[in-house]
């Protein structure tokens, strides 16, 4: 059964653009490491030991397709830094994925397991494919081919991969069983993010919007606003920007605006969320149902109290920074302003509160899976939520302090934070 998509089924290739911004995005993460790390009052070894991450490995993986052809595909697995623990971090299923991308996405998982004081470094990794062109046997057949082509350099106690970009539970299933065949032994530890009939964690689907959630609680209490009747825009209508909508809108908040590949819906009144929920497509896309749809960008512009970028990265730059009218950003998307903009929202006095603390969520409730599957006794959703809200409220009042007593703004304070942790282990442990 193939998933309704576009024609070229087996294009792989990466306009040099997205190239460029893959690239940018690594640069970016380097510059803001070097300034936390400077801000700290560390040497210029410690930057060049963080910059980079520790292991990047390159594999290509033969898969037969459904039409007795033999397909290359080309991963990554990008390991920042084992020190303190086993690398963790997801794996993205993308025809844009590539190495530079993958290793600032595991500089980052190690930046946000340092801020919510877990014991792992950041990993990454991803393939170069469509998944929305494939069959399940395609993508059951690509998925385990990475897993034998990683085999060496994963295991619960080395990396733990995990869901990402076009992966879901079904395909962490798969994994888990590529690796327990082998190993010739259960491995339920080897990965998270999977179903919870084989040792998945109650509250992982939605872990990253409830992480989102809890930030914009602590953020309105910090702006003085009350997230009864706020005001809010969720640009992006996927896992984590749904999940947050339908948050958002059972606690009161009226969602004024939310967006899709498509396009974006916006109403003064505040949309019918459980409405939207229910006409989505499996990719998230439900404003092709409507007429009076305006563009991402537009929806961006829009006045409210609180908006949440959930979709790509660079959506707000230096172009149209100096237009957004929110009083509080809360990104859950990965990078999706830009140094340039950040600048430029810290001057107008918006709370920005950065993607590595508020999508920390996932890898946070990945650990508790790690955990449970270790100790071989499963939580309650309810307890799984109230280990995450002080997990989250402890890095947001973190990260806040440190802001405040730098006079920093948010984002480079969470850098520090999670620099800080970095550095500590690193001295411990290497030095």
Known sequence: MKAPAPVNRHHTEKPEHKQS??????????????????????????????????????????????????????????????????????????????????????????????????????????????????????????SRGYVRAISQIVGPTKDIPAPDVYTNSQIMAWMMDEYSRLREFDSPGFITGKPLVLGGSQGRETATARGVTICIEEAVKKKGISLQGARIIVQGFGNAGSFLAKFMYDAGAKVIGISDANGALYDLDGLDIPYLLDRRDSFGTVTNLFSDVITNQELL?????????????????????????????????????????????????????????????????????????????????????????????????????????????????????????????TLVFFL
């Open 301 to 425: 512009e829009k006045e409210c109290d609180i908006l949440v970028p959930a979709a790509i990265s660079n959506q707000i730059t230096a172009q149209n920074a100096d237009r957004i009218k929110a009083k509080i950003v809360v990104e859950a998307a990965n990078g999706p302003t830009t140094l340039e903009a950040t600048k430029i929202l810290d001057s107008k006095e918006v709370l920005l509160v950065p993607d590595i603390l508020a999508s920390a969520g996932g890898v946070t409730v990945s650990y508790f899976e790690w955990v449970q599957n270790n100790q071989g006794y499963y939580w309650s959703e309810e307890e799984v939520s109230r280990k995450l809200r002080k997990v989250m409220v402890d890095s947001f009042a973190a990260i806040y302090s440190m802001s405040q007593s730098h006079k920093v703004d948010m984002r480079l304070a969470a850098y520090m934070v999670g620099v800080l942790h970095s550095i500590f282990i």
């Open 21 to 142: 911004e893959s690239m940018d995005l690594l640069c970016s993460t380097q510059s803001i490491i070097k300034a936390a790390v400077k801000r700290l009052g560390y040497t210029e070894e410690m930057y060049e030991l963080l910059k980079e991450p520790l292991r990047v490995i390159t594999v290509r993986i033969p898969v037969r397709m459904d039409d007795g052809s033999i397909k290359i595909f080309t991963g990554y697995r990008s390991q920042h830094n084992d020190s303190v623990g086993p690398t963790k971090g997801g794996v993205r299923f993308h025809p844009e994925v590539n190495e530079d991308e993958v290793k600032a996405l595991s500089i980052w998982m190690s930046l946000k397991c340092g801020i919510t004081n877990l014991p792992y470094g950041g990993g990454k990794g991803g393939i170069i494919c469509d998944p929305r062109n494939m069959s399940f046997g395609e993508l059951e057949r690509l």
